[in-house]
Structure formats: structure tokens, C-alpha cells
């Protein structure tokens, strides 16, 4: 899977069902490759997409079944990675990452925070 795939899955999974023209804002990408990472995952049985009920033009995005339990499986492989490696620092290196966090938290934050238009006024 391309990290364009893995973000889309990930994007549906924490946001459900969401507008294809709401996937692509979030995601950031251009069109035509939204669309064709959008196909893919569709052939692999990983998403679904469904006419929008308010609008016909639009269409409605959504994890199958298998698209949610592969997002699980990445996660926990994620978490054991993560978990492990965490094992491995020393004391003091867990202390500063503790310390870390706050700051941490507010880059996270700001990161889900709508983008800043052109002008620069938000």
C-alpha cells in the first residue's frame, strides 16, 4: 500500500463516513490522485463509496469490514513497534519524552487545526 492509501484509511477511520470532497480537503491531495487511491482501495475491497443522499453529484466514502480490521491490525503493529522502542530508551530519555509532551500535544493540535488561507488570517 502507498502512504497515500494508508492516510486515506486512517483519515475515514478516525473522521467515519465522510464526502469525497471532505477527504480530499483533509487529505490534501489533488484530484485525480484521490481518485485513483480511492479506486484501488475500492478493488481491494477496503473502502466503499456510496451516492451522497443530498446530493447525486457527490459521493459518500467509507471503510468496509475489512478496511476497519486493516486499520486495526496497522495500529496495534504500530503501538508494539512504538511500545518496544520505548522499552529500549533509558530512564532519563522516558523522563524527557514525559516532559516533552505537553508541547507535544499543542504541535497536534495546531496540526488538526482548518489551514491558514493566503492572506494569513485564519
Not at 32 to 43: D, K, N, P, V
Not at 67 to 96: C, M, P
Request: proline share 8%; charged share 25%; hydrophobic share 45%.
Amino acid at each position: 500500500m502507498t502512504p497515500t492509501q494508508l492516510s486515506l484509511i486512517a483519515t475515514v477511520a478516525r473522521n467515519g463516513e465522510l464526502p469525497i470532497a471532505e477527504l480530499a480537503r483533509i487529505e490534501a491531495v489533488n484530484p485525480t490522485l484521490l481518485s485513483r487511491a480511492l479506486g484501488r482501495l475500492e478493488e481491494d475491497g477496503l473502502l466503499s463509496r456510496r451516492p451522497h443522499p443530498d446530493d447525486r453529484r457527490a459521493a459518500l466514502i467509507d471503510l468496509t469490514p475489512a478496511g476497519r480490521r486493516l486499520h486495526r491490525r496497522i495500529r496495534a503493529e504500530r503501538t508494539d513497534v512504538l511500545a518496544a522502542q520505548l522499552r529500549e530508551l533509558s530512564e532519563t530519555d522516558r523522563a524527557a519524552l514525559i516532559a516533552a509532551l505537553p508541547a507535544l500535544e499543542q504541535i497536534a493540535a495546531s496540526l488538526k487545526a482548518p489551514p491558514v488561507p493566503a492572506g494569513g488570517v485564519r
